[in-house]
């Protein structure tokens, strides 16, 4: 933004200080002096396309120079002051489009930004904050008759942090007499004073959104966790605090907004309200009592309700009568209402979209072939309560690294597994033998590594890498998961035994084992945990609820696209789910040209960017499960896509096209399991380089012991 419209803009927000909670301001800015309510009228019918950027004081100003100026204002090209300084549009156009804007306000948008440049404008402007400082204080002195009277000038000298004589706060604030510091003094009380108010009413209105959060906060708790480096009477003189009310408001505030700012007075900091992922800034919300209230036929037109009268209705009971939630997203000051019976099966769009040719604001899933194979899985895996299971498993690797010229070589890498399983607590513990890998390796490589592993000489590394152990355990009842790999302390001087750990966050608000639980009770759907999911999200993202209701219908259209209705079918007591390369090239596809291109250029080719993709599921009644998979890329299709561009001639697009070709890949898998042996085979082929193939096989049985919950005592614990 320009910085003489920033100025503009600074100053409407002081002239608007009163109305930073806008549900609960009495009043609206004065007018500027010399302005009658009739001309402000007729200046806004005229130019009110231009408030959103300028003052009315700027705006009038910019009026009375137009006519005390005629020759200058017919001389003037709008065209010329917008080609000069705003030079970065694309086009006049766009500058049109971008502010909603005719010819003929653009004509008078570009004279009143360029009249803001002028001497006159300067020596205007600050005449004129100085009658609002003024009026301000008189306004202040007429409200609380007394009050400024009484202060003690001394007092206001030293909560500004200054002693007597008033030399130096004279000195500081470039004053020339003792008259205009103690103006001054008065000036900064009633600036402090007029902000604890505003304060008070945001306060209001963070308490009638999450009532709770006011009657379990404690300030003096609060204060010593974030401001210990403070004594309590700085911080309180620091910040204009007369009264432990004003300093519990202030850290209430503080620890709401998530900052250590003020919060008073700018856009981002009033209360909004989102419905179904759309924020709707002009809701004209109230708050009494720690009660947040809407009009009666706002609250009909969202809820579907029938509330009569001219009354404010209460939002959250409303809305939860009505089958609805309510949030508060506390970094955004949002109110968020959701819509649960319509979004635990669907998504509400906050704009109605085009789908199969009917305009349309709600788009329902069928999320159920893909739940009764979830349980399905399930069922084949139950334990019993308390009873330990114990799957070891082997995995043989073998890479074969082609080389046309010396012939090619090959190198098993073998893996074991032992798996420990109670309560849903897994203990893992997994030893890998890659010994042969070093004889693959080149001579640099190899003296590399021996440079990276100072511990051990280069003769230890073959009985080093032939028993590679790394360990897992995964408590979810506990919320956290440990990892142990011994190889990465030789990398650093000293290590001992290090274990590395992380909270366990399922993004829903439930616990990973609980969430566990509710999968494993059959008494679930994916619509209720997505829900559950946005239902979290909408109070806690930063981005506010809107962001992270656009996130989670990204989240929840790709689950459909991928275990949706078609995708699954039953035959002969068989569930199957498929997927096939028609399906994932629609979806990825749309994604990539939606990214790279935007969603709006039909002209581009549709891309398709797999040339094989195949996987497929099936659970028979007996339990029994077959997989199989075949992935493969279309490097030709992504090249052309890479290539589409008029600047890329003939020698970039087979430079392109032969570098993507040397990434060309294959994968395929297939494998068959039952409740206690499984065994499956893979394959990586990648075009003229390696060859990786995979056979694996596992078995599971009853057992006595029980899987560790957390690291051995006296193990090193790193949180992450």
């Known amino acids: 933004m320009k910085a003489k419209r920033f100025l503009s803009l600074l100053l409407s927000l002081s002239l608007a200080v009163s109305l930073a909670a806008p549900a609960l301001a009495a009043e609206s800015a004065p007018l500027p002096p010399g302005v009658t309510a009739a001309e402000a009228v007729e200046l806004m ?85 100085a009658q609002e400082q003024t009026r301000k204080v008189e306004g202040y002195r007429a409200a609380h008759p007394g009050e400024l009277e009484g202060l003690d000038i001394q007092t206001l000298l030293t909560w500004q942090g200054y002693e007597e004589p008033m030399g130096a706060f004279m000195e500081d604030w470039d004053l020339d007499s003792e008259e205009e510091a103690r103006q001054t003094l008065l ?60 300093f519990a408001e202030q850290l209430y505030m503080d620890h709401m907004t998530g900052s250590m700012f003020p919060v008073w007075g700018g856009r981002d900091r ?65 109110v968020v209402l959701l819509d649960r019976e319509r979004l635990t099966r669907g998504i509400v769009l906050p704009e109605k979209m085009d789908v199969d040719g009917e305009q349309t604001d709600y788009i329902e899933y069928d999320l159920s072939g893909f739940e ?80 990276e592993l100072p511990k051990f000489a280069f003769q230890d590394l073959k009985t080093l890498l032939a028993g590679c152990k790394a360990e897992l355990i995964w408590d979810p009842e506990a919320g956290r998961a440990y990892w142990n790999i011994p190889l990465l302390s030789l990398l650093e001087d000293g290590a001992g035994e290090v274990w590395y750990s992380v909270e366990l966050d399922t993004g829903t608000g439930l616990t990973a084992g609980e969430l566990l639980e509710v999968i494993r009770s059959q008494d679930w759907s994916v619509g209720e945990l997505a829900y559950q999911y946005l239902l979290n999200q909408s109070g806690e993202s930063y981005g506010g609820a809107d962001e992270a209701y656009s996130g989670w219908m990204q989240l929840y259209g790709t ?9 699954v079918t039953e035959k002969n007591g068989a ?50 499960v077959e997989t199989s998979a075949a992935i493969r890329l279309d490097m030709d299709a992504l090249a052309g896509m890479a290539t589409d561009s008029e600047w890329m001639g003939a020698g970039g697009t087979a430079l392109v096209t032969w570098l993507l070709n040397l990434l060309d890949f294959r994968y395929t898998s297939a494998a068959t399991a039952t409740a206690g042996h499984s065994q499956g085979t893979a394959q990586f082929h990648w075009k003229n380089q390696f060859k990786l193939e995979v056979e694996t096989a596992s078995d599971r049985r009853e057992v006595k012991d029980a899987p560790r919950t957390a690291p051995p005592e006296g193990a090193e614990i790193v949180e992450l």
């Open 187 to 246: 000036e900064l009380y009633v600036d402090n004073r007029l902000e604890v108010e505003e304060r008070r009413k945001l306060v209001e209105f963070y308490r009638a959104a999450d009532p709770e959060s006011w009657e379990s906060f404690d300030a003096e708790a609060y204060f010593e966790e974030h401001w210990s480096w403070y004594d309590k009477e700085s911080y309180m003189r620091s910040r204009g605090l007369f009264s432990e009310e004003e």
């Open 559 to 567: 689950l459909n696209g991928l275990f949706g209705a078609d995708t």
């Open 45 to 129: 019918a005229e130019l009110g396309g231009l408030s959103a950027y300028y003052d009315l004081f700027t705006l009038d100003f910019a009026r009375r120079y137009k006519e005390a100026h005629p020759e200058e204002y017919q001389a003037f090209d709008p065209d010329a002051w917008f080609a000069q300084e705003w030079d970065f549009y694309g086009s006049k156009e766009e500058y049109l489009a971008d502010r909603d804007l005719t010819e003929e306000l653009f004509r008078e948008d570009m004279w009143v930004e360029y009249v803001t440049y002028t001497e006159e404008y300067a020596v205007a402007f600050e005449e004129y904050m």
């Open 575 to 624: 569930i199957a789910w498929s997927l096939t390369g028609e399906r994932m090239n629609q979806m990825v596809g749309s994604v990539i040209e939606g990214y790279l291109w935007g969603y709006y250029e039909e002209d581009r080719p549709e891309l398709r960017p797999f040339k094989e993709y195949d996987l497929s599921l099936t659970i028979d009644r007996a339990g029994k």
């Open 270 to 334: 009033e209360v909004s309200l989102v419905v179904n992922g759309w924020e709707r800034y002009d809701a004209p919300i109230t708050a009494q009592d720690g009660v947040s209230y809407l009009p009666a036929q706002e609250l009909n037109a969202i809820l579907g309700t029938s509330f009569a009268g001219e009354e404010p209705v209460a939002i959250r009971t409303a809305a939860q009568d009505a089958g609805w939630d309510v949030v508060w997203n506390k970094s955004n000051n949002q």
């Open 372 to 451: 009764g194979l979830i349980r399905r899985l399930f069922s084949l895996a139950e334990v019993k309560e308390g009873q330990s299971y114990r799957t070891t498993g082997t995995c043989e690797l073998t890479l074969t690294s082609f080389n046309t010229l010396d012939g090619d070589e090959s190198g098993k890498v073998e893996l074991t597994a032992d798996v420990l399983v109670r309560d849903n607590v897994v203990d893992m513990t997994l030893t890998l033998n890659a010994a042969q890998v070093l004889e693959l390796l080149s001579q640099p490589t190899l003296d590399a590594l021996a440079r």
